[in-house]
Each structure stands twice: as C-alpha cells, then as structure tokens.
C-alpha cells in the first residue's frame, strides 16, 4: 500500500520560501509510470495544481507559479520537495502531496485522476 506524507512549517512569514516534503512509503518514486505532485486548496477555493516531478525526474510548473515554484527530489529518501518563494497571504492553503499515473491530463484538477494522496498540510502565511 502506497502512502504519502507532507511535511513542513505551518507558518511561514511573507516574503520567505515556503519548503514542504513529501515523503513516499509502499513504492518508489522512480517507477516508471508515476507523477508526483503538488496540489494546494486555499480556502473556500478550489484544488490548484502546482507542479509534478516523474519517475525520471523531470519537472512540470503551473504557468501561473512557474517563476516561484521548485520541485526536486530525494530518491534515496523516497522524498520530493516543494519550495515556493516570495509568499504572499495569498499562498495561504492546505498543500497535498498525490501520485498520478502517466502524464496524460498532467494538471488536473479533479482528485479521480489521482490514486494515492497525503492527508494534506495546512500551510499559513502571515507576520
């Protein structure tokens, strides 16, 4: 069984980069054919994709986050991070770690093209 885990700060202050880590257990994350991803829920909003790594360790970037938005892995660990920089409130969020299968619909927003997730992590940005 597949389980997944985020970890990291619960307040982070504007301005600073938010790091969080999600570490894989019953698998690995170098299987082919596996993404894993960063997917956050703001409140009273809906789920925003955020990025993905592959099995392979290539790298995929919302448009909108692109320019703030990291993903990197540990394959030793079974763990791959997220670092979002110059966070603003806005970035407040639940943030899931989730393993998706093949690349078709990379992005999605809907948690059936997703097969395993974290509990979720809740992320507050604020001074």
């Known amino acids: 069984q597949v389980q997944l885990q985020e970890s990291g700060p619960g307040l982070v202050k504007p301005s600073q980069t938010l790091s969080l880590t999600c570490t894989v257990s019953g698998g690995s994350i170098t299987t082919n054919p596996y993404y894993w991803n960063w997917i956050r829920q703001p409140p009273g909003k809906g789920l925003e994709w955020m990025g993905a790594i592959s099995y392979s360790g290539s790298t995929y970037y919302s448009p909108s986050l692109k320019s703030r938005t990291s993903i990197s892995r540990d394959t030793s660990k079974k763990q791959f991070t997220l670092q979002l920089s110059s966070v603003t409130p806005e970035d407040t969020a639940v943030y899931y770690c989730?393993?998706?299968?093949?690349?078709?619909?990379?992005?999605?927003?809907?948690?059936?093209?997703?097969?395993?997730w974290g509990q979720g992590t809740q992320v507050t940005v604020s001074s």
């Open positions: 989730a393993r998706k299968i093949g690349s078709g619909g990379l992005g999605s927003t809907s948690r059936l093209d997703y097969d395993y």
